[in-house]
């Protein structure tokens, strides 16, 4: 869907100072000498005990400064999370209207896995245009996979977790950069290959078991695949990618070729060059490999720290195009493109 | 904005003198909190309801199908599935399709009334969308709740409730949608309750009782009895500003749809509204419980399909969850069975 | 065996046969049923196809019925190659 008016006025980013290498990991023995050369990852950031919430905080309060908006100018808070927030019934993004934008706006934690920003993206553009006084929205995203339940080590297939968060201020009034495009699908054959041969019911949680990504993959291809139909998952899976690229570059009106930087998630070297850039027919120097190995998959935050990073190192600049890529659970596959305007006011 | 249908799946309920029986239940509480039951979804994924419950209200309608939705949103209060999976994922495989954008919301048990306003906007912000469906579903028959004591006072069910929004037309128009939080009235906000590591990956169960008592205490000390006074004028200020926006009064509201909680609390937000109680759902919401977000919409249908509310009528829901949300909507009904584009008048 | 099917059949037995694995592969054996395939290795596959083979699948022919063994690969290539 076309967003001829939705801008970007503030961008914020909060990755814990504290950082595992891989190297630590595997002479620890939490993750294995042969992963660590196949995937070719370097560290993950970790938050110890800091909770999600506090991290989005942060993360809030710089989107908002930069912005040069004040709280009160929002009309929306939306909170994605991938990972368990806190205890149990209670809203994280009330924290953020305890700590920063008080109660009167709508705001609501929002799940679409680790493509969780892109939904945001969606709703938070319809919620603005859908009246005229509507001006503002920040969107928020945070994980702490260091829980039980949750090694981040043994996270998926080729990625392992980080904590972080990120933020961004959606705004009407023209801001340093447009939201050009945004668009998601479903590949709902591949419905099951996140959650592996794990029931529905009781919820996986509820009855403490262990979380993992990798373990569900195997499942999947061993017990599910030779059914046969369910292959046709992954040919699906990578049909959405080129469609949702060919619909967000055709919206935003360029080539692959003419997109300044793409940030995928932080998943392995071979990974991302084969699922995305290759796709793309864009060399791996235009990816966000080398930032994103350092710190992790962390959730729903990918693409948008990946956004922070370029800017603040001058690697994405007025004329500029990010785009933005994910895949998740569902299985989603979503895109989005930036075009940056103007310097961003607080560089 | 219209309502085009509403469905639900509503299980059979287990009444209190079952679960005294059982031992789950204290008989003394019976008589005190007058509680009839609570439905109880067995071992059915709450995904596999809110299907259903879709399911009924395509059936109702007849004129199109999940497919041609364009936004599915699915507020949850309680874990739907595996970890790391989203619920809406299964409606899309089962009844959707992969075009349709579907978000898990997750809002507390004010998510459906949130969800109303998020979907409203977001058919309203491009004149090529024509309708969504907001649908909620909840199944707490898991370790870590414990249905019959988690709150004292009330009961938790399990069921699930489907509404499709659409423009133009439908058997009821939703005239107005207000959601606000009351943020230092959550203890936790506050620091009360560590944030880390998160009570589900701990297990650690679901225990808003608790909870709330040690918060009531706190705040007590700290405010004195403030706090309540601010939430019931926030309900009052919501209330108010969601029957000005729809363009009625107190005394056009034929019912008004609250949680289904504990009496004592039915009581005050009867007195504060100046209503009656054949006005409210006592009565349904005592035999199905507390069902997460669907309280309200659930009563909703109960209300239509037992002639409780009839054309020209109005419903106000107002709707409570923690953070401390406060939520109201206000309802016309215009026909008792969905209508379709040719037949409206 | 032509050429074509041999630089598959190769790149199969060297890129998705999971090493330790005592699969022998061949232009008939199947590729969907048989577990070699996960998002990353379809990934491979289609890569090696658009790249060394000088051939890009386009997204309407990413369906799984193309992809039953090195054959119905090879007929898929030699038609998009023919266009």
């Known amino acids: 869907m076309q967003r001829a008016d939705t801008y970007i006025s503030g961008v914020g980013a909060f990755v814990p100072r504290t950082v595992v290498t891989v190297e630590k990991a595997v002479a620890k023995g939490w993750y294995p000498a042969e992963e660590a050369e196949l995937h070719n990852l370097a560290s993950a950031a970790v938050a110890g005990d800091l909770p999600a919430p506090e991290m989005a905080l942060h993360a809030a309060r710089s989107a908002l400064k930069r912005s040069g908006r004040a709280p009160g100018d929002l009309d929306l808070l939306l909170y994605a999370s991938t990972w368990h927030q806190g205890p149990d019934g209670w809203p994280p993004h009330a924290y953020l209207q305890r700590q920063l934008v008080g109660g009167d706006l709508l705001a609501t934690e929002i799940r679409q896995g680790c493509n969780g920003m892109f939904a945001a993206l969606e709703l938070a553009s319809g919620y603005l245009h859908s009246t005229p006084s509507r001006q503002a929205a920040l969107l928020v995203s945070a994980d702490n996979y260091g829980t039980p339940l949750m090694d981040r080590w043994r996270m998926g297939p080729g990625y392992i977790g980080g904590d972080a968060a990120a933020a961004l201020v959606l705004s009407k009034e023209p801001g340093f950069a447009r939201l050009a495009s945004v ?140 785009l933005m890529l994910g895949t998740g659970p569902g299985v989603t596959v979503c895109g989005a493109v930036i075009e940056i305007v103007d310097t961003p006011p607080w560089l | 904005m219209f309502v085009r249908s509403l469905g639900v799946y509503v299980p059979d309920s287990v009444s209190v003198e079952q679960a005294v029986r059982e031992g789950w239940y204290p008989e003394e509480e019976v008589g005190k909190f007058r509680q009839l039951g609570a439905a109880v979804a067995g071992d059915m994924p709450a995904p596999e309801m809110a299907r259903l419950a879709v399911l009924d209200a395509y059936e109702r309608w007849d004129e199109s199908a999940p497919r041609d939705l364009d936004l599915l949103l699915y507020p949850s209060v309680w874990h739907q599935g595996p970890n790391g999976w989203q619920p809406q994922h299964y409606l899309q495989k089962h009844l959707l399709g992969g075009s349709v954008p579907a978000f898990e919301i997750r809002s507390g048990c004010v998510g459906m009334i949130s969800s109303l306003e998020l979907a409203a906007s977001y058919l309203q912000a491009d004149p090529d969308r024509d309708t969504a469906l907001v649908v909620s579903a909840d199944n707490h028959g898991t370790p870590l709740v414990d249905r019959w004591r988690m709150t004292p006072g009330a009961l938790i069910g399990d069921a699930a409730a489907a509404l499709v929004l659409g423009k133009d037309y439908g058997m009821a128009e939703l005239l107005a949608v207000n959601a606000t939080v009351i943020p230092e009235a959550d203890a936790v906000n506050d620091g009360a309750y560590p944030l880390f590591p998160p009570d589900a990956t701990v297990g650690r169960g679901l225990s808003f009782g608790d909870r709330h008592e040690e918060f009531r205490q706190k705040l007590l000390k700290a405010q004195g009895t403030g706090i309540h006074l601010t939430i019931q004028k926030t309900m009052m200020e919501q209330v108010e500003r969601t029957l000005d926006e729809a363009g009625i009064g107190l005394d056009d509201v034929t019912r008004v749809a609250f949680p289904h909680g504990r009496r004592e609390d039915l009581d005050g937000q009867m007195s504060w509204l100046g209503i009656e109680e054949e006005q409210t759902t006592w009565d349904y919401g005592r035999r199905v419980g507390h069902c997460g977000a669907a309280d309200q919409f659930i009563a909703f249908e109960h209300l239509i399909a037992t002639g409780g509310l009839v054309a020209g009528d109005h419903l106000l829901m107002v709707g409570f969850g923690s953070g401390t949300s406060v939520a109201a909507a206000a309802f016309r009904i215009l026909s008792t069975t969905p209508v379709t584009r040719g037949a409206r008048a | 065996m032509t050429d074509l099917t041999r630089r598959l059949v190769d790149f199969v037995q060297d890129n998705l046969v999971e090493d330790g694995d005592d699969l022998k592969v061949d232009e008939t054996t199947p590729l969907l049923v048989s577990g070699l395939l996960d998002s990353l290795r379809t990934a491979r596959l289609l890569n090696f196809i658009r790249r060394d083979l000088g051939v890009p699948v386009p997204a309407a022919k990413l369906d799984p019925e193309n992809f039953r063994d090195v054959a119905t690969i090879v007929a898929m290539v030699r038609e998009l190659e023919s266009v």
């Open chain 1, 183 to 322: 668009r998601t699908t479903t590949v709902t054959e591949a419905e099951e290959l996140h959650r592996g041969s794990e029931p529905l019911f009781p919820p996986g949680v509820t009855v403490g078991r262990k979380m993992s990504f990798a373990a569900r993959n195997e499942q999947f291809r061993r017990q599910v695949m030779p059914k046969g139909e369910a292959t046709a998952a992954l040919f699906g899976i990578q049909r959405a990618m080129v469609e949702v690229v060919e619909n967000v570059l055709a919206d935003s009106g360029v080539e692959a070729r003419d997109v300044t930087r793409v940030a995928f998630m932080n998943y392995s070297e071979e990974i991302v060059e084969q699922r995305c850039m290759a796709v793309l027919d864009l060399p791996m120097s235009r990816s966000t490999w080398e930032y994103g190995r350092t710190i992790g998959h962390c959730g729903a935050s990918d693409q948008v720290l990946s956004l922070d990073r370029l800017l603040t190192t001058g690697q994405l600049g007025p004329g500029d195009r990010l």
